[in-house]
């Protein structure tokens, strides 16, 4: 599986970092200059500033606007390749040794996911359906997983998310995981097998929350989203154990 790595042009340790791990794991990888948000020019294409601050309560984050097209770019040299996944890093990840084993386990699953997420900030809670080695499991997430620091993706979760993800209104994490609207199913391996390298320093600062916002079309707009999320995953996961009832029948 080749890994795209995305990275700014001046963090070259963090580019020295990724090198390393992933040499050491003989994973082919290329890297992927990732957008600064700070140099977008306004106003920046492919972004809905209006409905991200009704939906999303925060001023504008040039930062969060960067880090969603540089996935978006990562994603169209995916699909200029002939391979039918590939494995997305940011630059702040620490890969673990069985990675790509475990990886290559999911893909027995594939039928199951298009994308598979493997960090986030915090554990979710997790519907499983597959085991995999080592305790690790395929499961369904029933809560938001922030972060995008690592995923593997097949072609049609990849060209769903360009066809029907921009522009941007959310951030990246919070809009990838409303997978059931853009036509894949979304999985992850718990617990996630990949952690973030907390050495590093942030690159996205906070934004301005809009009070007016977060009190009103915030909540519930994200509190409808909770209510999909557990109908939808819920289903995909009854679906995974009747496909595996149907196999041992």
């Known amino acids: 599986m080749h890994a795209y790595v995305i990275n700014l042009a001046h963090a070259t340790e963090r580019w020295e ?89 999911a893909l027995n699953f594939s039928k199951h996911w298009n994308l598979l997420r493997l960090t986030a900030f915090t554990p979710g809670e997790h519907l499983s359906f597959a085991e995999l080695s080592d305790g690790f499991k395929l499961s369904y997430n029933l809560k938001v997983l922030k972060n995008t620091g690592a995923y593997v993706i097949d072609r049609k979760a990849a060209q769903c998310v360009l066809e029907k993800m921009l522009p941007m209104f959310l951030p990246y994490d919070v809009a990838l995981d409303r997978e059931w609207h853009y036509g894949f199913k979304t999985a992850c391996i718990a617990p996630l097998p990949i952690r973030l390298n907390m050495d590093l320093p942030g690159q996205i600062p906070p934004a301005r929350k809009i009070r007016f916002f977060r009190s009103t079309t915030f909540h519930f707009f994200h509190g409808l989203t909770h209510l999909e999320r557990h109908f939808y995953r819920k289903r995909f996961y009854r679906e995974a154990l009747q496909r595996k009832r149907g196999k041992e029948a």
């Open 17 to 105: 970092l990724m090198e390393k791990q992933l040499s050491a794991l003989q994973v082919d990888h290329t890297r992927v200059e990732g957008a600064y948000g700070n140099r977008l020019a306004e106003p920046i294409a492919d972004y809905n500033e209006r409905k991200y601050r009704i939906l999303h309560g925060k001023t504008t984050n040039k930062g969060e606007v960067g880090c969603y097209l540089s996935h978006i770019k990562t994603l169209r040299a995916f699909l200029c390749s002939d391979e039918n996944h590939a494995l997305i890093l940011e630059d702040d990840v620490q890969l673990p040794n069985n990675i790509l084993n475990l990886i290559e386990q």
